[in-house]
C-alpha cells in the first residue's frame, strides 16, 4: 500500500482509506461491519474516516469494536456534526462521540460542514487539541471561500491540515485551482464518495474504466480509485463491508496508472466548468437560506479583498 504525506502531517497515510457512511444503520451487521474494517487495517488502510452524523453516532460504535485491540495501527478521523449551538457544544459533542469510538483521542478532528456559526466551531476544535482529544484539526465540506474566511479564525498554533470533500472522476469541481492550492498550502485532502456512489460503475462511460481494468487485470472500481489518488496528498476514503470489496480496494493503493491512462480517462470524464460549492445537508429551509446568504455576504467580502 503506497503512503502520502502532507506538510501539516507527520504520518505516513495510506493513499487508500476507509469510510464508514451508512455503517452502524442495521444491528444485526454490526460484527461484520467491524470485521471489514479490521480486515482494511490488516490490509494497510490505516486511514478510518466516521462521524458523528453517521448513523446518529453508531457508525462511531462499530469503529469502537474494529479498533478496540489496534488503536496504535489506526489514523481515526472524525467529523461533528455543526448544528450545536456555540463552543462548549461543540466541545461537549466532541468529547461524547470520542467516547463512543473508544479511542482516547482522534488523529483528525473536522467540523463536518460550514455555517455561519463556523468560528465558534474553529474555536472549539481549537480548545480540543490543546487539550489533548485531537492529534490535529480541520474542516470538511468548505470550499475555498470558506477556507479563506476560516483560517484567520484558528490561533497560529493550531493549524487547519485537511479538508474532506467530494473528489471523484465524476466529481472534479475541486479540480479549478482548489485542489492546487490545497497541496501548496500543505493541507490533506480526505476525498470521499471517490466512485461517485457507485454511479462510475454504471453506464456508457463506465465502458473506459471496464476496458482499463481488463488490460490491467483489475477490477473497474480499483481504476477509479488509482486515478483519485493520482496526486500528493490525497486519501480515498471509499466504504466496503464485503470482504472482497475491502481487498479490492487496498490493492488499489498499489496501482499507478500511466500518462496514456490518464489521458483516456480524462477524455471520458471531462473537467467540469463550475467550481465545487458545498454539498448542503438535508436541514431546514432556514439554515439553507442563512447559508446562502453567509455565502453570498462572504463572497462579496473575498471580492473586495482581492
Known amino acids: 500500500m503506497r503512503t502520502t504525506r502532507v506538510a501539516r502531517i507527520d504520518d505516513d497515510l495510506a493513499v487508500i482509506g476507509q469510510g464508514t457512511w451508512h455503517m452502524g444503520e442495521r444491528p444485526e451487521r454490526r460484527v461484520r461491519e467491524a470485521d471489514a474494517l479490521r480486515l482494511g487495517v490488516e490490509l494497510g488502510m490505516n486511514v478510518i474516516d466516521t462521524a458523528e452524523y453517521y448513523a446518529a453516532g453508531r457508525a462511531e460504535l462499530v469503529v469502537a469494536d474494529a479498533i478496540a485491540d489496534i488503536r496504535a495501527r489506526v489514523f481515526l478521523v472524525d467529523k461533528i456534526f455543526p448544528h450545536h449551538p456555540g ?114 460503475l454504471r453506464g456508457r462511460r463506465a465502458a473506459v474504466l471496464s476496458e482499463l481494468g481488463r488490460e490491467l487485470g483489475v477490477a473497474p472500481s480499483q481504476v477509479a480509485l488509482a486515478w483519485t489518488v493520482r496526486h500528493r496528498g490525497v486519501v480515498a476514503i471509499p466504504k466496503a463491508v464485503d470482504p472482497a470489496h475491502v481487498r479490492e480496494n487496498a490493492a488499489a493503493g498499489d496501482l499507478v496508472l500511466t500518462v496514456e491512462q490518464l489521458a483516456r480517462l480524462d477524455r471520458a470524464f471531462p473537467a467540469p466548468v463550475k467550481p465545487y460549492e458545498p454539498d448542503l445537508p438535508p436541514w431546514t429551509p432556514l439554515y439553507r437560506w442563512a447559508y446562502q446568504w453567509e455565502a453570498q455576504r462572504m463572497a462579496r467580502a473575498y471580492g473586495r479583498a482581492r
Open 87 to 200: 463552543l462548549e457544544a461543540t466541545r461537549r459533542a466532541a468529547r461524547a462521540a470520542l467516547r463512543r469510538t473508544g479511542a482516547g483521542y482522534f488523529d483528525l478532528l473536522l467540523i463536518h460542514w460550514p455555517t455561519p456559526l463556523f468560528r465558534a466551531h474553529l474555536m472549539a476544535l481549537s480548545m480540543l487539541y490543546v487539550e489533548g482529544v485531537a492529534r490535529y484539526i480541520g474542516v470538511s465540506n468548505f470550499d475555498r471561500l470558506w477556507m479563506v474566511r476560516a483560517a484567520p479564525g484558528l490561533p497560529a498554533d493550531t493549524p487547519m491540515v485537511a479538508n474532506q470533500l467530494p473528489y471523484s472522476l465524476s466529481d472534479r469541481r475541486i479540480e479549478l485551482d482548489f485542489l492546487a492550492e490545497l497541496q501548496q498550502l500543505g493541507v490533506l485532502l480526505l476525498a470521499y464518495s471517490p466512485l461517485g456512489r457507485g454511479a462510475l
